[in-house]
């Protein structure tokens, strides 16, 4: 498994223990692949970008224009990743293929009502088709088709 895979199986194994329904792999608009989404119970809307080298972070410059997607950005990394070099403001996730551990919770910045509804809508019918495709063995049309 992919070093990223296994960071955002960790995160994704947090994440369920705070009650937020993490999405791997989420389209929010055309062009935008985000590594983790995740639903809260009261619609809050996480992001959680995985990073697994200082290569990774230096080399893919898209995180920003993740930001507009949630109320929440987080960076997620392994214990041995050079943390320094990670904007202070935003969340950090410390993680490995089993676990997480929030370091830093990053600021809230609502999502407006249009755009939380349209991500909320978009979530649950990216998981549900998931779902649904695992369930009845069609796979092969691909477990991130949304």
Known sequence: MPP??????GVC???????????VEFVPERGRRVD???LGRGGEI????CKSSRTD???DRKWPGYLP???????AVP???PRAILPEEHGLIVADDHEGEILRMGPERRLGHARRRALTVRHARHAAGRLARLETGECSRGLRAG
Do not use: K, N, Q
Not at 4 to 9: M, T, Y
Not at 69 to 75: K, N, P, S, Y
């Open 4 to 9: 990223g895979r296994r960071l955002a199986r």
């Open 13 to 23: 194994r947090l994440l369920l223990s705070l009650d937020m329904m993490p999405v």
């Open 36 to 38: 983790v989404m995740a």
């Open 46 to 49: 996480w992001i959680v970008e």
């Open 57 to 59: 972070f230096v080399t």
């Open 69 to 75: 997607w949630c109320d929440r950005f987080f960076f």
């Open 79 to 81: 214990e041995t990743f």
